[in-house]
């Protein structure tokens, strides 16, 4: 079956430290890839996209994540956390869009 | 351009009333959505259209219904409401790309409440 999945519910992370969320997707070809962050109360804003191509990709507010065919990955990355970071992050995928469940991410000062 | 539209924020119904959620975009998306978002379940696909006339179910579509009259708008039904449809609603629109479904741009949610 078509699915996302986003293994970690929560994740603290220190201030300035990196991070890393995960996300696999289970679907016959690569489908397009998507993440989203959502801040409390707020609706969803697209951080970064992939459809083909380098499978590095570069989105807004310093984030990154890398596309792995042989392991159906498409990991966030961001070198150096903000306070600001702290928020809801969901990865989709752009067959039938559906989401992963998310991941809350809380940064300690 | 306003985006996404979303009336109303906030909605309290009781057990068995029905209602209309509405949504409106002004980018010319041929793809809209309505999605709801459930603690420690994402959110999930309730209905969505590729473009006017054309309406299709998600995962999670009973005791819902849509219509797509206008590329603009598209409204969420509400039959009878029940306490499992309590949630926070969004709408959303993109650009249809060849059977895939671009960036999508979110309203701001509605907060439904069934006592």
């Known amino acids: 079956a078509q699915s996302v999945t986003q293994p970690d519910i929560h994740i603290t992370v220190s201030e300035g430290a990196s991070l890393e969320l995960r996300c696999n997707y289970s679907?016959?070809?690569?489908?397009?890839l998507f993440w989203y962050v959502q801040s409390p109360g707020q609706g969803l804003q697209l951080l970064l996209k992939?459809?083909?191509?380098?499978?590095l990709v570069q989105g807004i507010k310093g984030f990154e994540a890398e596309f792995k065919r042989s392991q159906s990955s498409f990991n966030l990355r961001k070198p150096s956390v903000h306070w600001s970071d702290a928020a809801e992050y969901f990865c989709?995928?752009?067959?039938?869009?559906?989401f992963g469940a998310g991941t809350r991410l809380t940064v300690k000062p | 351009n306003a985006g996404v539209t979303q009336t109303p924020k906030f909605q309290v119904l009781k057990t068995g009333q029905s209602m209309t959620l509405q949504c409106a975009q002004d980018?010319?998306?041929?793809?809209m959505s309505w999605y709801r978002q459930d603690p420690g379940m994402g959110l999930r696909l309730i209905h969505y259209?590729?473009?006017?006339?054309?309406?299709d179910q998600g995962e999670v579509p009973n005791g819902y219904n849509v219509s797509r009259s206008t590329t603009e708008d598209f409204p969420l039904r509400l039959l009878s409401a029940a306490p499992s449809q309590t949630s926070v609603y969004f709408c959303?629109?993109?650009?249809?790309?060849?059977?895939?479904?671009?960036?999508?741009?979110f309203g701001p949610g509605t907060r439904l409440t069934v006592l």
């Open positions: 959303a629109s993109s650009y249809h790309l060849s059977g895939a479904i671009d960036e999508q741009f």
């Open positions: 679907y016959g070809a690569t489908p397009y």
């Open positions: 992939y459809f083909s191509g380098d499978t």
């Open positions: 989709a995928v752009g067959v039938d869009m559906r």
């Open positions: 980018m010319n998306h041929e793809y």
């Open positions: 259209s590729v473009g006017a006339g054309i309406t």
